[in-house]
């Protein structure tokens, strides 16, 4: 069975300072894609970057980028100049050719001041 | 990106009765919705597939006579909750996958049943 694991409960960091969220799965597909969502207070799923498996370029959205380790099914995210804005939780998502997304469980981002 | 509007964002209900929330994809068709289950400070749980003109498809653990799921159109899914009580108080997260794949996500319902 798939299973993302998040094993950063919660994280802080610096405005303007860089972060980096850890995510790991495990999956014995070779065709997935990979997802981080941002959840603020308003709790609405935001997506903040995706990446196709068969792809070797990490995926990257202005501030946002991962480290896509295909062999070692690890997935993170690291969000540069982080502002006030990027406080939020954090999911890490997996989807396969069944096209059901399973969630990490969550890391709690607080950026301070 | 592709609207999926969430309705209501928040109800109150009473014990014993029914709650109705519908989820819907604005601007594009969606052969299947997912409904989720999200728990205070937890992720989100699948509770069911829902696929257009078709039964839903139930995750282990959850009750399909409780969370009753219709896919009627390729734009509308419902969920509602029979016989609410204070235990199926809890964030519910509907999305809606479109024809590429990508699943987006409503903004959610509170439920509170007292």
């Known amino acids: 069975a798939q299973t993302v694991t998040q094993s950063q409960p919660e994280m802080s960091v610096q405005e303007a300072e860089t972060v980096t969220l850890s995510c790991t799965y495990d999956t014995s597909e070779s065709d997935y894609y990979l997802f981080w969502y941002k959840q603020p207070p308003s709790r609405q799923m935001i997506l903040v970057i995706r990446?196709?498996?068969?792809?070797?370029q990490n995926a990257t959205e202005n501030r946002f980028s991962v480290n896509f380790q295909k062999a070692a099914k690890s997935f993170s995210l690291k969000i540069s100049d982080s502002q006030l804005g990027d406080a939020a939780m954090y999911f890490c998502a997996y989807r396969a050719g069944t096209y059901k997304y399973i969630f990490g469980t969550g890391t709690r981002l607080k950026v301070l001041a | 990106g592709a609207v999926v509007s969430q309705h209501p964002s928040r109800v109150i209900c009473k014990s014993g009765t029914s709650v109705k929330i519908e989820c819907r994809s604005l601007?594009?068709?969606?052969?299947?919705m997912f409904w989720y289950r999200q728990f205070p400070k937890q992720s989100l749980m699948l509770m069911a597939t829902s696929n257009e003109g078709s039964k839903a498809t139930y995750e282990q653990g959850v009750e399909k006579d409780k969370f009753l799921i219709n896919h009627a159109s390729l734009t509308l899914s419902t969920l509602t909750v029979t016989s609410a009580h204070p235990e199926d108080s809890s964030f519910y997260i509907c999305?809606?996958?479109?024809?590429?794949?990508?699943?987006?996500f409503g903004q959610g319902t509170r439920l509170t049943v007292v």
């Open positions: 990446q196709e498996a068969y792809k070797q």
């Open positions: 601007d594009f068709q969606a052969t299947t």
């Open positions: 999305s809606a996958r479109d024809i590429e794949g990508e699943a987006f």
